[in-house]
């Protein structure tokens, strides 16, 4: 590209992102065969690094970030996943939350979730000044990242997402129930590495697809804790946002011909997530008895929606959670951040909480920082069930 080319924004972030990776560990490029790197790798498996700086950002990070990969099926596959952990910032890290967090797609890169939606840092893009070749836009510090409440476990997965890696071919070969199980693999084995942390409340959050894959994912480490299965979280809440494909559609006629409309022409294909050809099953078709199982096991459940989500809106959202058929504790009322409604909110029976955020898109953080960022503390000082 000529240095008088201006980059654009699609080409500003993958280049900002390439960047920054490249000061993180090394990880293999491709994804179907075995390399060089992968074996690279290897030798650092389950191994973490300390960074404290990163491309476009001035000065050392004013927070603590951790990256590494840990083996999730080290015996048959060799497949590891990629982690950004960051720890809280409000000053008392070994009493905060933690927080799980898992982006969409499947197979999307969680760097969306660190750079645009509760990550610490987001990408100051100017879309008023070109970016020549070669150089980088800015990151600029995000005051209303979840950090601020809750040390944040960032991870890519499933294998073939981001970083994440296998080094067999067959090690892609995931779904949804895969996918989750070896989420729960990954995390006894980041918490026996991390003791100080075993005993932090620990909460399950995601968006968009995540919605498939939060709620079975707290269910097999409830019947972990059940078990007695040892390193042991202290689990309080899942988080979601959406739910999957569940109840994508509207059922509002004219309300689906304006989607479809929407979606025809106007939406751009979305590069973050692994277009190529590693297979992917969406094994879990509904997670509704998920929830249930968990909800009703005493654990909390926060769903969210953004009222202005056109993916799925809020109210194919709302329809599922009344599937379940739970009684209203606290009906239809508005929420407020600094005397503004925020949105609306309804609890059910069994600590089930639906929210809608008020200006809310498809990911609510990335949009609705300050609210999501209010929402999130809300949850945390419920009293446990």
């Known amino acids: 590209m000529p240095a008088s080319t201006a980059m654009s924004p699609r080409l500003r972030l993958h280049h900002l992102l390439l960047s920054i990776l490249s000061a993180l560990p090394t990880c293999p490029l491709d994804h179907s065969t075995p390399t060089s790197a992968a074996a690279a790798a290897a030798a650092t498996a389950s191994h973490h690094h300390v960074v404290t700086t990163l491309p476009g950002y001035d000065g050392e990070l004013p927070f603590r970030l951790e990256t590494g990969y840990v083996a999730v099926d080290e015996e048959e596959h060799g497949a590891e996943l990629f982690y950004y952990f960051v720890e809280s910032e409000s000053g008392d890290p070994r009493r905060d939350p933690l927080l799980l967090w898992l982006t969409g797609g499947a197979r999307c890169s969680v760097l969306s979730g660190v750079f645009f939606e509760v990550g610490p840092v987001r990408l100051a893009l100017e879309h008023h000044r070109p970016y020549d070749a070669g150089e980088l836009p800015r990151l600029r510090y995000h005051p209303h990242g979840w950090t601020k409440a809750a040390s944040v476990l960032f991870v890519d997965s499933p294998v073939g997402a981001g970083w994440s890696f296998s080094r067999h071919p067959d090690g892609y070969l995931v779904g949804d129930v895969s996918a989750s199980l070896q989420l729960k693999h990954f995390l006894a084995k980041w918490i026996s590495d991390h003791p100080e942390y075993l005993a932090n409340p620990f909460y399950i959050g995601g968006d968009s697809y995540a919605g498939k894959i939060v709620p079975f994912l ?24 959406c739910q ?142």
């Open 244 to 385: 999957g494909e569940d109840y994508s559609n509207p059922k509002n006629a004219i309300c689906r011909q304006a989607l479809d409309r929407f979606n025809e022409g106007s939406v751009d294909e979305w590069l973050r997530c692994h277009n190529g050809d590693l297979p992917y099953s969406m094994d879990i078709k509904s997670n509704i008895k998920f929830h249930h199982n968990v909800t009703t096991k005493g654990y909390r459940a926060l769903v969210y929606s953004g009222d202005h989500d056109a993916m799925i809106p809020f109210l194919g959202t709302q329809a599922w959670v009344r599937s379940l058929n739970f009684s209203v504790v606290d009906d239809w009322r508005a929420w407020h951040v600094d005397g503004q409604s925020a949105g609306f909110t309804i609890t059910y029976m069994n600590n089930m909480t639906f929210a809608t955020v008020k200006g809310g898109s498809h990911t609510v953080p990335e949009f609705e920082p300050e609210r999501s960022l209010a929402m999130f503390k809300h949850e945390m000082m419920q009293p446990d069930a």
């Open 218 to 241: 707290a269910q097999k480490i409830s019947e972990d804790i059940e078990a007695g299965v040892r390193p042991i979280v202290d689990l309080k809440t899942i988080m979601e946002h």
